[in-house]
Every structure is written in C-alpha cells, then in structure tokens.
C-alpha cells in the first residue's frame, strides 16, 4: 500500500517536497538532502504525513 507524505525542511519547517512511500516495504521515517528555496541552501528533510 502507498501513502503520500511530505518532506519538511529540519531548519525552517516548510514542506518543501511531497512523495510517495510504500509502507509495507519502507517502514523507517524517510529522510534525505534536498534544496530548501527558503533557506536557499542544501538542507535535511524528513518525512511528514500529509493531511488526506
């Protein structure tokens, strides 16, 4: 099953990014480096639930 999720940016808390995610083969919070435009810099997003 796929949910959506959100990546929100660690340093200003904007959701910069949505994705997909298989839950059942993916179980771990989805983290990676992505571009912030509000930070205007490389930054840590992290998986948050997007509102259905």
């Known amino acids: 099953m796929r949910i959506n999720i959100g990546l929100k940016c660690s340093e200003c808390g904007e959701i910069n990014?949505?994705?997909?995610k298989n839950t059942k083969t993916h179980t771990e919070k989805f983290e990676t480096k992505k571009y912030c435009p509000r930070c205007n810099k490389h930054t840590l997003h992290k998986e948050v639930k997007l509102k259905s």
């Open 17 to 20: 990014y949505t994705t997909s």
